[in-house]
């Protein structure tokens, strides 16, 4: 982990400002979803993307019963159902 020297303070409601700087390097716009982590004392923030259920591919998704399901997998589970 690299430490940016940043530091902020968090408001009355629990909240923290990311820094421009910081968005920009991980391509965070306004609204985006963040993913949080635990690590021992540490809190690590992921952009999310969504992803497969099944083999967390991000491309070709489809949603089944509030489930994201790639082409890929879906095929297969298709297939595996029809035999």
Do not use: Q, W
């Not at 629990?14 to 700087?21: C, T």
């Not at 992803?51 to 994201?68: A, G, N, P």
């Amino acid at each position: 982990m690299k430490n940016t020297g940043i530091t902020r303070k968090v408001d009355e409601l629990g909240r923290i400002v990311l820094p421009i700087e910081i968005r920009r390097r991980l391509s965070v716009a306004e609204h985006d979803a963040l993913e949080i982590y635990v690590d021992g004392d540490s809190c690590i923030l992921k952009k999310y993307l969504p992803s497969c259920i099944f083999c967390h591919s991000t491309k070709d998704l489809s949603e089944f019963k509030e489930k994201l399901v790639c082409k890929k997998c879906a095929t297969a589970l298709k297939n595996g159902l029809n035999k």
